[in-house]
C-alpha cells in the first residue's frame, strides 16, 4: 500500500485512526503488518478541534495528540476473536429476527381469528 511505503520511507513511528465505520480496518491491518505503531481512537474522544472541521485540521489535530501521548487507543480485538465477535452478533440478529416473524405471524392469525 502506497500510505505504508511513504509512511516508512519518512520515519513515521506512530500513525493514529478514527475509528468510523469499518473504514478503518483494512488501513489498520496493512499499518500493522507493515510494523508501523498504530492507535485506533474513538472519534468521540477527540474532536475537540475549534472551528470548521476539515480533513487536514482533524489530521493534524489526531498528530499532535498522538505525538504527546493524549489519545486513549480502543480495543482492537485479534482477527480470531473478531471472527468469534461476528459470528456472535450474527447468530443473536438472527435469533431475534425469527422471534420478530414469529410474533407477526401470531399477531396475522390473532386478527385473522385463527387460533
Known amino acids: 500500500m502506497k500510505l505504508c511505503h511513504f509512511l516508512k520511507q519518512h520515519h513515521i513511528e506512530l500513525a493514529v485512526i478514527e475509528s468510523t465505520g469499518v473504514y478503518w480496518k483494512s488501513i489498520y491491518l496493512s499499518l500493522v503488518t507493515t510494523g508501523i505503531k498504530t492507535q485506533v481512537v474513538n472519534a468521540r474522544h477527540v474532536k475537540n478541534v475549534p472551528g470548521r472541521k476539515t480533513d487536514v485540521i482533524n489530521s493534524q489535530w489526531l498528530a499532535s495528540l498522538g ?33 420478530n416473524e414469529k410474533n407477526l405471524l401470531h399477531k396475522t392469525l390473532g386478527m385473522s381469528q385463527f387460533k
Open 67 to 99: 505525538h504527546y501521548g493524549l489519545v486513549r487507543s480502543s480495543f482492537v480485538p485479534a482477527p480470531q476473536q473478531e471472527q468469534l465477535r461476528l459470528l456472535t452478533r450474527r447468530r443473536d440478529k438472527q435469533k431475534k429476527e425469527l422471534s
